[in-house]
């Protein structure tokens, strides 16, 4: 018969458990409450809690949740029930009767108050252990999105537009104090800001020796000019290659109505480096190296040292409403000059010196012009090619919409003899108007000023090739309006003369074409003709 639990005053014998245990584990349900755990049933002096003991079976080897009991029973339960065969035997061969049947099972006795405590103990013991672990990595995986956050939140917080004023800084304006140091103390600063900033030089004359504004900066950069600047005319200061110079710089804008003066007078007479071996630097009186994406707008240049405006090593900048102004006898006064830069885009301005209005010589590729006014001047040319390094290509040029007054050339590309190996190709010049120019369109591969004559033919190497005059009109004021020498060793080809019309200013005189070493093509009207 099962044991009888919980009923009476008697003692309770809980299955599975040793006698030994069994006795020690018995108790009066009069006695209690434990003063140890707080539990009935039993006595301080029993309490299995107090001595660490299994609350089952009352072993000091072990818990609870490890005993060999528990095991054994579960093992037990999970026995499969067998089918009586002789009972199926005796359903087919006799009637069915009728009858009750009881079964006797042993039963688990339910845990008790001490074995809930302990599982419940147990289960709170793993959750808050993983739950910690969770927690530290949730709160790491947090702290890294927080800093990659902050990191992209920092990189395009930018502040309002602010403006450095040159004078806050201590510019003078006084046309003779030198102003060098307050301009490089408020370029600096604005060089820093996180947002738009404008270097602003108010009205008044500002003397500026030598100097070089230099990047990265942080946000779009705007030096706005509205006074004068003047150059220095002591020797000692000038003997360099950059008056003004801006250097590394992206989303650079240099605007303004001022002025840039030059005050090449006090230095021209020292440009003797065609005679002179030992002839000292002059300054371009504005100069950028490495600038991108950048703009230049509404300045004026007067009577630069040597070079107006020099762009080097630059990409997509645009150049308009500039006014360059100089001596016709200036010399080397280039009104823009272009060496290594790619898509440059000038328009809408008016250039007047002692040389090129625009000059674009090796590394120049994908400028675009238009809307010029060269006069006087020596035109616009592409070169002088092939003097520096080997393969220094130029391509992309195209030259369009402009007039020239009263230069000493029209359209030019002209390359030394002798020369090294390079390419220029796909050249354009288009809607051009000629006032009383000396030699209008030509092509000089023996350029070599101050040379001696050689008598032989050109060593140029650079190969022209794909170059179109089209629409090209007005007066010449030389008797050879047109004129393609191309080298002999290399020849000019697809060379295209598409309406061509040029007179010559003598009376009673036609103009002439000369051309040598040229294979192309000619098309519309050809005045002078002739050459293709």
């Known amino acids: 018969m099962p044991p ?44 299995l809690k107090k001595e660490r003991k299994c609350l089952r079976c009352g072993s000091a080897d072990h818990q609870i949740v490890n005993c060999p009991s528990r095991s054994r029973e579960w093992s037990r339960s999970q026995q499969p029930t067998t089918t009586n065969p002789d009972q199926s035997k005796g359903e087919k061969n006799g009637p069915k009767v009728s009858a009750r049947a009881y079964a006797l099972e042993q039963h688990q006795a339910p845990d008790s108050f001490e074995d809930v405590e302990n599982k419940i103990l147990l289960e709170a013991q793993y959750i808050s252990q993983n739950s910690r672990i969770m927690a530290s990595r949730l709160a790491f995986c947090i702290a890294i999105v927080l800093i ?74 705007t030096f706005f000019i509205r006074g004068t600047l003047k150059a220095p005319t ?7 290659d950059t008056w003004i110079g801006f250097h590394s710089v992206d989303n650079l ?54 070079v107006h405006i020099n762009l080097f090593a630059c990409n997509n900048i645009d150049i308009s409403y500039v006014r360059v102004s100089a001596p016709e006898n200036s010399p080397n006064t280039d009104g823009i000059h272009i060496g290594a830069s790619t898509n440059i885009k000038i328009s809408r301005v008016s250039i007047g010196t002692g040389d090129d209005c625009i000059s674009m010589v090796s590394g120049s590729q994908n400028i675009d012009i238009s809307e010029v006014i060269c006069g006087p001047g020596h035109g616009i040319s592409i070169g002088s090619l092939g003097k520096g390094s080997q393969n220094q290509n130029v391509m992309g040029i195209s030259v369009r919409n ?23 190709s796909n050249i354009s010049f288009q809607n051009i108007i000629m006032k009383n120019v000396g030699n209008p369109i030509i092509i000089d591969q023996k350029y070599c000023p101050h040379c001696p004559p050689s008598g032989g033919e050109s060593v140029s190497k650079v190969q022209i090739r794909d170059v179109e005059f089209n629409d090209i009109s007005g007066t010449s004021s030389s008797k050879v309006a047109l004129s393609l020498q191309c080298s002999k060793l290399v020849p000019c080809q697809n060379v295209k003369l598409v309406d061509i019309d040029l007179a010559y200013k003598g009376l009673g005189v036609l103009a002439i074409a000369s051309c040598s070493n040229v294979i192309g093509t000619s098309y519309g009207i050809q005045n002078p003709g002739g050459c293709l």
């Open 234 to 240: 002591i020797p000692a200061l000038f003997f360099t």
């Open 4 to 47: 009888k639990i919980g009923r009476g005053n008697g003692a309770v014998q809980v299955p599975g458990m040793s006698s030994g245990a069994s006795q020690r584990g018995l108790v009066s349900a009069s006695r209690g409450p434990c003063g140890y755990c707080g539990k009935p049933n039993h006595t301080e002096k029993v309490c």
């Open 253 to 306: 804008t240099v605007t303004g109505s001022g002025y840039l003066d030059g005050q090449g007078a006090s230095a021209w007479h020292y440009n003797d480096c065609f005679k002179n071996s030992q002839c000292l630097p002059l300054p371009s009186s504005l100069r950028f190296d490495f600038i991108r994406n950048s703009k230049i707008q509404y300045l004026s240049s007067i009577n630069s040292k040597k």
């Open 402 to 424: 402009a007039t020239f007054w009263n230069t000493e050339n029209g359209v030019r590309i002209k390359t030394w003899s002798p020369s090294w190996s390079s390419l220029t």
């Open 148 to 221: 990659f956050l902050w990191s992209v939140a920092d990189a395009f917080v930018y502040s309002p537009p602010k403006i450095f004023n040159v004078v806050n800084y201590g510019a003078r304006a006084d046309g003779n104090t030198d102003d060098s140091q307050a301009f490089l103390r408020a370029w600096s600063d604005a060089c820093q800001w996180k947002g738009s900033s404008t270097v602003l030089i108010p009205g008044g004359t500002y003397m500026l020796h030598s100097i070089t504004f230099s990047g990265p900066c942080l946000g779009e950069m």
